[in-house]
DNA sequence: TAACATTAGTTGCATGTGCAACTAATCAAT
DNA sequence: ATTGATTAGTTGCACATGCAACTAATGTTA
């Protein structure tokens, strides 16, 4: 009785199911991603949607926007520029900073990246009527405001 | 124009949010863990809360409860029990499979991170109400089902 | 029973991750 | 201008992950 009561408790939580949903997508994600035979992680795939938006970013900039420390995004670069998807820039003005740029065969990668991602999606959200995801995304916004909100008072 | 609406597409659907919460979340419960000096992953908790629920499960039952990879499994159960957290036992019945029970060091540990959890969960969902809590988890709960439906038929 | 197939678990390899310590460049202040 | 602080990026370390190849044990079948 207590157990279950205590299960129900974890069971009611947005965390645990948060969780458990993106571990499979992104599983299904990987295994999209390699069907195709696409050279790349999901990771590689976040910046270079970044890049394509804003090109010549520098890296912390790049490492903010994907919410991921710089030695680990500095990494994701070094494997992204051994395939010839990116390239990193010393600026002139501040030679501390590398500016980042799609390469010709990054924007072809990330080209063909985008049916694939779409079918993703399609295939998750078969059975979501709109008004169903825009309540879920403004639920999930809140939860993102919690957390950084309670940052923010520490 | 054409920027616009494809951005739009991809902040519409429901994958970008669900991992980017995710990771927010992953993150600030990392530092919970850290803050109340718990030495202890977010995998490894799972793991904990699998063998609470149900001790004595063997590796390839547990891999499977967690969603990972047997070897991924294997390598966090060496570190678990490196700390003391949890015993593996091999079977008499079947040598092949080693039982894993959890210590009175594990069993103390997760007792200990279940008020950190309870208090990060209350933090995310602070202005959530019970219901739109239930509406997002039986919406999450299609959406596994979409993907573990569409596995079925490959 | 001997040979083959299956199963549980481990290990090598490549990926991704954050923290802390480091270098190099720039900024600030005396 | 020299000294000290800050900033961008890299690297060592420890962790987590999946796949593929491997071992050991069990099951199956001829």
Redesign the pocket.
């Known amino acids: 009785m207590h157990d279950e009561q205590h299960k129900l408790d974890f069971e009611s939580s947005l965390g645990p199911w948060l969780g458990k949903t993106t571990?499979i997508m992104d599983?299904y994600l990987?295994?999209a991603l390699q069907k195709q035979g696409l050279d790349l992680?999901?990771?590689?795939m976040i910046v270079l949607k970044k890049l394509h938006d804003n090109d010549g970013l520098?890296?912390?900039?790049?490492?903010f926007l994907?919410?991921?420390?710089?030695?680990?995004?500095?990494?994701?670069?070094?494997?992204?520029e051994?395939k010839d998807y990116i390239l990193?820039k010393q600026?002139a003005?501040?030679?501390?900073?590398?500016?980042?740029f799609l390469t010709p065969e990054g924007r072809e990668v990330f080209k063909r990246t985008k049916p694939v991602m779409k079918s993703l999606m399609r295939t998750m959200e078969k059975d979501i009527t709109s008004e169903e995801k825009k309540r879920v995304i403004e639920i999930l916004k809140r939860v993102q405001h919690n957390f950084t909100a309670e940052t923010a008072t520490l």
């Open positions: 571990k599983y990987h295994e992680t999901k990771e590689q520098n890296q912390n900039e790049l490492a994907t919410f991921r420390d710089k030695s680990s995004l500095a990494r994701l670069l070094s494997k992204m051994r990193r600026s003005e501040d030679k501390r900073n590398n500016e980042v």
